[in-house]
């Protein structure tokens, strides 16, 4: 892998890892386009996940340190008060919202893989998906009063994390919806989902390494390009959740869902060539 190549794939992990676009199914079409085969580059996928996870960190510190404190208030460590109140909850609903995606990852992850990676599937998907976002935005309207997070919709949210493994879903679009379809507002429910992400991009990413170090395999990719797709990735990661943070404080997903009928179109076209 050359350093244009770590660079590309790098900028492309980052940014479609949280914009609501699928960053499975960039990978997918991107590596159909230049040729790589991405799956069999483990430690660089490895560490480009690594990257979106630092991203999450900087861009959320304030909450990761109130996670924290949550934490070590519910174990009897630190004093309960009503400042960390919020965090003991939200601790539970990003367990609760984890375990569908640790089941299905365990279990059928590659098998879906195997069924779906094709630009073909990738495009039927991100179709599906920006249809999906068009009954969320629509269905959000008719809730009078914004609903608030707890467990039943933590689980659902939780789910739609979960049909995430599936190639060209997006693993923020699918969560978000889930949570505009329940009431949640887009900012929080982006909030959510992207804390609820930090195990599962954390967990994949541990389990990927787990897998190659069991197989006896090294790094399949130089130092340097390893770093420089850190860097772009995690770099790329924290301006695409700086702007989606800010852009559903005032727009819908409406933007999102024309690009996914548009590359969805694309990723189809490309599969009959």
Known sequence: MGYGEALFLGLLQGITEFLPVSSSGHLVLGESLIGLEVEALKSFDVVVHLGTFAAIIIYFWKDIVGLFKGFFSYMGL?????DNKEYRHLIGYI??????AVVVGLFLEEAIDFLFRSTLYVGLWMIIVAEIFILAEWTSKKFKKEKRLDWKKSVLIGVA?????IPGVSRSGSTIAAGLFQGISREKAARFSFLLALPAIFGAGLLTGIKEFRAGGGLDVAFVPLIIGFVASAVAGFVAVYFLMKFLKK?????FTYYLFAIGTVSILVSFL
């Open 78 to 82: 630190a004093k309960k008060t009503s």
């Open 95 to 100: 367990v609760i919202g984890t375990i569908p």
């Open 251 to 255: 727009h819908s997903l409406n933007i």
């Open 161 to 165: 994390q979960a049909a995430a493994l």
